[in-house]
């Protein structure tokens, strides 16, 4: 190869990386990590953030599904990604909990918050012929003894336990007395109300739907400060018990600590297009998920204060993984 | 009626047909390609079904699923790779008859007897699908443990090279499920510190190495290994007739199957096992099993597509998915509009009935795509058994990898296979280790919750009427295998002493 043809060579690269260094974000596909399995609700929301995404960046978007360690091999796969904005990832609930839990050292401080999209309270499901015919009912024997209450919502430590927790604690009931029983997930939990081997389910409302409409299981309340328009006879549990509930679901899309601020910010500005957008809107709906947006700093103090919550309701209750 | 006549008009126009043609087709390479899955298939579909109308969206995802579920015996028959759970119940037996000339018959038995599995699930949930949510609606840990023991105990008494052999390899099945994460409690166990341990050892990967590697490893240096086939004309020849002699197991394959797999969560991967065993324990020619006999296949192959069927019910009826692709399903009928619930049978019964027709219609389409596929993978026993071990490698490889995307999937393989070479030179049966790898969890998990739950009282195993039933099943399955061999040891002595 000649002097010339090798400058040559050279002067091309060069076009083409300083080429590549001055055009905009994004310019090859994206990486989307999802923590959870195919399937969960955290999948199907990713999956259509990743759909709509994809025709707002202009660029194809690749789902991994990186589950196991309840949530925790695919947060912690997602941190130590570079951060260039071309692996995001979906984060959740757990993340609220990993150390306070001592399941992991990783908190909402190792990620770039981009934007929450979705958060739910869960609610409290009895079996139809339940003793407790009203959130009354359960609230006095709660006060009267924790431990005689055989309770189930997925894991130990998990979003439906620490809500369990607080609201013991919140009625002023010893929460280190709690019964949980521990499952694979809320589905599971429900199945061990219908099936009568458990005396009170926490779950999400969209889980427990079609049980409810069957006349198997009765919502008493939703653990949240609002009422839900979709089941306005469901009362929440501020208004029930005069207490004010910070304990619930959330999912949001992040990226690796350290990610450029112009990266973020143009990362968070569609997804908040996406997420305002009427298809996603029509999307949750349908699935019974509650729409909510917070972007950047919001997000970043929304954490912060879940951190707190929950950390306040795993330490009361001494919960800790060995 | 009119609501039956509507259903029709909603399945029968070119967009539904279309969708179905195409996602069968899709879902026959998925499960066709080792590694690849059903659930994958249907994850893959799902974008694309939000701008479908309601029913062509469900119809791709059923299309997809049954065909890429039946699909999956093709790897399992012709290269000893099988692609679900259930499917490794039966490999030994399909895959020996291919390698003796009958993949024809082997795959002509699976799709034919999948079909037959499917209609009759079909007709069985037509008739009994609130009656048969509400029988699993029932079953709480208690239940879940006794069913997964007994699915233990059968497979660890009818393995083949003794009970002593079965149960060290259903064992060892355990001991690998006992990797990962402890599911209650969330405390790490036999990880050594390798974080990507925390998350299990997969099956797939595992299932790969033990019954592909494995294979590959056997026959690795033999270049020229014929397989001469029958039937190449016509791959399906003899399969009805073969059906028509095993008709008992067809019959007692799918009502068992529509039973147990309306168990959400457990039963699409025990039912196939529980019915090749109790196929083996009534067999006239027990001994012939896993050395390529079809009545084991005929049983467990209608076993696992009724039971696929019956899956559906707890997740239509309840919301209660047993598995990934269900709960996919369940995510797609909501985001259309049809909830799951019992009112999706009483309030718009035109969609339930067009969800049962999809059924049938992907149903029917196994049988031309089924011998499109069977005539063609004979070409594959024409290729020199080394190069053939070769791509074999390729694929184990990039189904290792596929299923997390990482090369862990690739070295639990790698692993594996040639643990499972080892034994199987030893004589020691590889089903059961698959078994204990996929009940582990299961028994483990129902146990510790049905434990928690009594406050630790062992004999609240018995409290529940369904639960006792079956751990009394249980218990006498094993006093009596023990009792006979208790017998079958001091025989030999009292006959010693008459002579004497």
Redesign the interface.
């Known amino acids: 190869m000649s002097f010339f043809k090798k400058a040559a060579l050279a002067a091309c690269a060069i076009v083409a990386l300083s080429g590549q260094a001055l055009a905009e974000y994004p310019e090859r596909a994206i990486t989307l990590i999802i923590p959870w399995a195919a399937g969960g609700g955290t999948d199907a929301s990713g999956r259509i953030i990743a759909t709509l995404l994809e025709e707002k960046l202009g660029q194809p978007i690749t789902i991994v599904n990186r589950t196991g360690g309840g949530g925790i091999v695919g947060h912690q796969e997602l941190k130590t990604q570079t951060p260039d904005g071309y692996t995001i990832g979906v984060i959740t609930t757990e993340l609220s909990m990993y150390k306070s839990v001592g399941s992991s050292d990783l908190t909402y401080t190792d990620f770039t918050p981009i934007g929450l999209y979705n958060a739910d309270p869960s609610a409290i499901f009895v079996r139809a012929d339940s003793p407790y015919k009203t959130i009354d009912d359960l609230i006095a024997a709660i006060k009267k003894d924790p431990s005689a209450i055989k309770a189930s919502g997925a894991n130990f430590g998990g979003n439906n336990h620490i809500a369990w927790i607080s609201l013991v604690q919140l009625l002023g009931a010893p929460a280190d007395k709690v019964f949980w029983v521990p499952t694979d997930g809320a589905t599971v939990s429900l199945q061990l109300l219908a099936s009568n081997a458990i005396g009170v389910a926490i779950s999400q409302f969209p889980e427990a739907k079609a049980l409810v409409d069957a006349g198997e299981i009765r919502p008493l309340a939703y653990l949240g400060n609002e009422r839900n328009p979709k089941q306005p006879d469901v009362p929440p549990i501020s208004e029930a018990a005069g207490i004010e509930f910070a304990v619930s679901g959330w999912r949001g899309i992040g990226a690796p600590k350290g990610l450029p601020e112009d990266v973020q910010k143009k990362l968070a500005s569609t997804l908040e297009e996406v997420v305002t957008s009427d298809q996603f809107k029509t999307f949750m709906d349908g699935r019974n998920f509650g729409v909510i947006w917070k972007g950047g700093a919001d997000f970043e103090a929304y954490l912060k204060q879940r951190d707190e919550a929950f950390g306040a309701a795993i330490k009361t209750a001494g919960i800790k993984a060995n | 009626m009119n609501a039956f006549v509507e259903a029709l008009s909603l399945v029968f126009n070119l967009e539904t047909l279309l969708v179905i043609l195409a996602s069968a087709i899709f879902g026959l390479f998925v499960g066709a390609l080792p590694g690849l899955t059903a659930?994958?298939a249907?994850?893959l579909l799902?974008?694309l079904t939000?701008y479908m109308a309601p029913i062509p969206a469900i119809a791709a995802i059923i299309a997809s699923t049954a065909m890429a579920i039946t699909a999956g015996d093709l790897p399992g028959t012709l290269l000893r790779i099988p692609g679900t759970p259930a499917s490794a119940a039966y490999v030994e037996d399909s895959y020996r008859m291919a390698q003796k000339g009958q993949a024809g018959l082997a795959i002509g038995i699976g799709v034919i007897g999948s079909v037959l599995g499917g209609l009759f699930g079909f007709v069985f949930l037509m008739f009994t699908a609130p009656a048969l949510a509400k029988f699993a609606?029932?079953?709480?840990?208690?239940?879940y443990f006794w069913l997964a023991v007994l699915g233990l105990s059968c497979a660890a008494l009818i393995s083949s090279g003794g009970v002593a052999k079965g149960g060290l390899s259903l064992l060892l099945g355990l001991l690998i499920a006992q990797v990962?994460?402890d599911?209650?409690?969330?405390?790490p166990r036999f990880t050594f510190g390798v974080?990507?341990l925390?998350?299990?050892i997969s099956f797939i990967p595992a299932m790969i190495g033990m019954f592909a590697l494995a294979e590959v490893m056997r026959t690795g240096r033999r270049f020229r290994l014929g397989v001469p086939q029958a039937n190449v004309r016509n791959p399906f020849k003899g399969v009805l007739a073969c059906l028509w002699k095993y008709r008992k197991n067809q019959i007692r394959g799918s009502v068992i199957g529509s039973l147990i797999g309306a168990l959400?969560?457990v039963g699409g991967d025990l039912a196939a096992w529980v019915t090749y065993s109790l196929a083996k324990k009534t067999s006239k020619t027990p001994e012939l099993f896993g050395k390529g006999h079809p009545e084991g296949l005929v049983e467990a192959g209608a076993t696992n597509n009724a039971a696929l069927s019956s899956s559906w019910i707890p997740a239509m009826?309840?919301?209660?998915?047993g598995d990934?692709?269900t709960?996919?399903a369940v995510?797609v009928l909501?985001?259309?509009?049809m909830?799951?619930?019992?009112?999706l049978l009483t309030s718009n019964p035109q969609n339930f009935y067009a969800v049962m027709l999809v059924f049938v219609i992907a149903n029917i389409l196994m049988l031309p795509l089924g011998y499109i596929a069977a005539r063609s993978a004979r070409r594959i026993f024409e290729v020199p058994r080394a190069l053939l071990n070769a791509a074999i490698l390729l694929f184990c490889i990039v189904g290792s990898y596929s299923i997390?995307?990482t090369m862990f999937g690739v070295t639990i393989m790698l692993a594996l296979g040639v643990i499972a070479f080892f034994l199987e030179k030893s004589g020691f049966a590889i089903a059961p280790i698959i078994l204990g790898i996929v009940l582990g969890p299961l028994v483990e998990?129902n146990f510790t919750?049905s434990m928690?739950?009594t406050n630790g009282n062992v004999l609240g195993l018995f409290e529940?009427p369904i639960s006792a039933v079956l751990g009394i099943a249980t218990i006498a399955v094993w006093s009596l295998f023990i009792f006979g061999s208790v017998k079958k040891t001091f025989r030999p002595k009292e006959i010693a002493g008459e002579t004497l």
């Open positions: 659930t994958m249907t994850a799902v974008p939000f609606l029932g079953f709480s840990s208690f239940e990962g994460v599911p209650l409690t969330g405390t974080s990507e925390t998350g299990g959400p969560g009826v309840f919301g209660i998915p990934a692709v709960a996919i995510g909501v985001m259309k509009g909830e799951p619930g019992p009112q997390n995307n998990q919750t928690i739950i529940r």
